[in-house]
């Protein structure tokens, strides 16, 4: 079946370093790829997507290449700030039926001033 | 610009008692969805709706039923509440089958004791 799997947490970085969130999957087919961040007491929220090999999604600063080769959707940002600590999620866009969203675990990021 | 709204945010049961979740959402998306979210596990499937008229099985639906009441609402049910269920439930929604991603509800936290 379908799966999601991201690096684990946490991650604590200090203010204005580069992140790197690593996401990779499972899929039969091309599923579309996600990234959702959860803050504090939140439902999640759509950061950004992608839905076609070699597409770069972006929002916010924070950019994730769809890479087919090494069906992966790792999330970057070149300087975080304080107010991007939160849980990020990956997740993919199950092709078949009613195309389900599948979650990796959730990668809770810390950033401190 | 309400978005999904859930009821309620907070509810404590005792085990073997019943209770319903209830969401509702005005963006005139076909699709629904309930998520449950446990900690290291990510959100994992409960039940889902494709169209108004439609429910299905996700991938933990045991304990659990819905009502796609009409195009708006999508209710949750728990007929006797387990410690087991103690969790985060969200409920979200989609305008096209998940391609464009979902929109979640801000969750109902639920304690079982």
């Known amino acids: 079946g379908n799966s999601v799997t991201q690096m684990e947490g946490p991650v604590t970085l200090s203010e204005e370093a580069f992140l790197t969130i690593n996401c990779t999957y499972t899929?039969?087919?091309?599923?579309?790829l996600f990234w959702y961040v959860q803050y504090p007491g939140e439902g999640l929220q759509l950061l950004l997507k992608a839905t076609k090999a070699d597409d770069k999604g972006s929002n916010k600063g924070f950019e994730a290449t769809y890479r087919k080769e090494t069906t992966s959707f790792h999330l970057e940002k070149g300087s975080v700030q304080v107010s991007d600590s939160a849980v990020y999620f990956c997740?993919?866009?199950?092709?078949?039926?009613?195309?389900?969203?599948?979650f990796g675990q959730g990668t809770r990021l810390t950033i401190n001033p | 610009n309400a978005g999904v709204t859930q009821t309620p945010k907070f509810q404590v049961l005792k085990t073997g008692q019943s209770m319903t979740l209830q969401c509702a959402q005005d963006?005139?998306?076909?699709?629904m969805y309930w998520y449950r979210q446990d900690p290291g596990m990510g959100l994992r499937l409960i039940y889902y709706s494709a169209s108004e008229g439609t429910t299905d099985k996700g991938e933990v639906p045991n304990g659990y039923n819905v009502s796609r009441l009409n195009k708006r609402e999508f209710s949750l049910r728990l007929e006797s509440a387990a410690p087991s269920q103690t969790s985060v439930y969200f409920c979200a929604s989609s305008e096209n089958r998940g391609l464009g991603g979902y929109t979640f509800g801000s969750g109902t936290r639920l304690t079982v004791v």
């Open positions: 997740a993919l866009s199950d092709i078949q039926g009613a195309q389900k969203l599948v």
């Open positions: 899929a039969t087919g091309y599923p579309s």
């Open positions: 963006m005139n998306h076909n699709s």
